[in-house]
């Protein structure tokens, strides 16, 4: 799938959780943001969650798309008085399609810095090859 069709359509299922978050009266809260990689054997997919607490994050593999869920904390009352309110908290969930076909739960996540990991193993990695032109010599049998 080219990189553009996938990012498209990340967009829409975004948009989509939205429209029925609207639709059920749910205020729209904290969205973190997310980056697939290639990694050759695997795919990495890099979520940013700012202090988000490891023990509200959860995830479901199903089929060809991953849901990540969990929740940003409001500032307690003790904080003091809110001048200013930008930062968003409250529960979340993104679902994303996996770019490529992954083994099924091998997904293995960590969280560093504020950005969730999750590692998965791809069903068909990719290989690097690399090519080059053949010259006469390569085409008689002899070594350069």
């Known amino acids: 799938m080219k990189e553009s069709t996938l990012a498209r359509l990340q967009q829409l299922m975004t948009v989509r959780e939205e429209a029925e978050a609207l639709s059920q009266g749910e205020a729209r809260g904290f969205v973190p943001l997310a980056d697939w990689l290639d990694e050759g054997s695997t795919l990495t997919l890099l979520l940013d969650v700012p202090a988000v607490e490891p023990g509200t994050l959860e995830m479901q593999e199903d089929g060809g798309v991953l849901t990540v869920a969990g929740e940003r904390a409001s500032l307690p009352p003790e904080a003091g008085r809110l ?53 006469d010599q390569d085409l008689q049998g002899e070594t350069p």
């Open 83 to 135: 001048l200013l309110s930008e930062r968003r908290a409250g529960r979340f969930s993104r679902t994303l399609a996996f770019p490529e076909a992954v083994v099924p739960g091998s997904g293995e996540a960590s969280l560093q810095a504020g950005v969730l990991r999750v590692q998965f193993r791809k069903q068909h990695p990719t290989i690097d090859a690399t090519y080059r032109e053949l010259d």
